[in-house]
Nanobody, 124 residues
Framework: VQLQASGGGLVQPGDSLRLSCRVS????????VAWFRQAPGKQREGVAC????????NYAESVRHRFTISRDNTKTVVYLQMDNLIVEDTAVYYC??????????????????WGQGTQVTVSS
């Protein structure tokens, strides 16, 4: 199982970014994929999660109505569309999955496969 995250960058408050997570070595059908982030000096936190088992998506309260998680039709890429970015969104963003995880979770310990992370910096 391999995940490769990309799409980060330096943007201003109010801007948008779309992160991509390309997955290989497994099928996303029936699996859960999540995006986490970790800011300097803070713990890693889950921000968005998509479960194809029950067709649900979940968002952390801090990003609800601003971030959208989605999958492409080939089911090999997971996106995180981030709109109306704020300074507090600055962090390294990671995508994660686990072959045994069928439902969403906000615990990083529940995910065994991780992408390498992509830096998002929001600054004026």
């Amino acid at each position: 199982v391999q995940l490769q995250a990309s799409g980060g960058g330096l943007v201003q408050p109010g801007d948008s970014l779309r992160l991509s997570c390309r997955v290989s070595g497994f099928t996303m059908d029936g699996n859960t994929v999540a995006w986490f982030r970790q800011a300097p000096g803070k713990q890693r936190e889950g921000v968005a999660c998509s479960s194809s088992t029950d067709d649900t998506t979940n968002y952390a309260e801090s990003v609800r109505h601003r971030f959208t998680i989605s999958r492409d039709n080939t089911k090999t890429v997971v996106y995180l569309q981030m709109d109306n970015l704020i300074v507090e969104d600055t962090a390294v963003y990671y995508c994660a999955t686990d072959l045994l995880r069928l439902s969403c979770s906000w615990s990083s310990a529940d995910f065994g496969s991780w992408g390498q992370g992509t830096q998002v910096t929001v600054s004026s």
